[in-house]
């Protein structure tokens, strides 16, 4: 058997490793953390070129140009905001809410409160016909900005109030399903 003393050490070491263990887990994830991520002002220049190009590419009408640049901009720094606001505006250009929905989201999971990106994506949503859940984005909007008027806002109340447009109401208004009573009347006509 173990003498008295080297026993101890073992009692010791069993005691305080588990904690010492988590102790240096948490100290490596806090300071690998703080490393591995950067400020938005800190996104990498040829990022931002990139975006400033496709942007201009877009306001041209080039919207094939335009994505290709901005998807180079994310590819060279994944935290450019911009590019996916930029990237959803050609998608919205070239009559694709669905993809611009996505795009915003992307720039939402960055910056949850992007007052641009939440409200474009409101108006990508109401191309969609998808007018109450943009609803939701202009109360989020609305709280936001507390201190006075946003333009974001006054834009995507246009847009609902605007509505979707008519071949989408038209399309939703085919699709309605009927209400319980009169589905069971149509099935016996």
Do not use: W
């Not at 995507?156 to 008519?166: D, E």
């Amino acid at each position: 058997m173990l003498d008295r003393p080297q026993s101890h050490y073992v009692e010791l070491l069993m005691r305080f490793s588990p904690v010492a263990l988590v102790f240096a887990l948490g100290l490596v994830t806090l300071s690998s953390s703080s490393f591995g991520q950067r400020r938005d002002d800190q996104i990498d220049p040829r990022s931002m070129a990139l975006l400033h190009q496709g942007d201009a590419l877009r306001a041209a009408g080039n919207f094939k140009g335009a994505e290709d640049l901005l998807e180079s901009a994310l590819a060279i720094d994944p935290r450019n905001r911009g590019a996916y606001v930029a990237l959803a505006r050609v998608a919205q250009g070239q009559g694709l809410p669905g993809k611009a929905v996505r795009f915003y989201r992307g720039a939402l999971a960055l910056d949850p409160n992007d007052l641009t990106a939440l409200a474009g994506q409101g108006e990508a949503m109401v191309q969609k016909g998808a007018v109450e859940r943009a609803r939701v984005n202009l109360t989020r909007i609305n709280k936001l900005c507390k201190k006075g008027p946003c333009p974001q806002a006054a834009a995507l109340n246009a847009a609902i109030a605007k509505g979707p447009p008519v071949e989408v109401a038209e399309a939703q208004a085919n699709t309605k399903v009927p209400p319980k009573g009169q589905e069971e009347q149509t099935q016996k006509q």
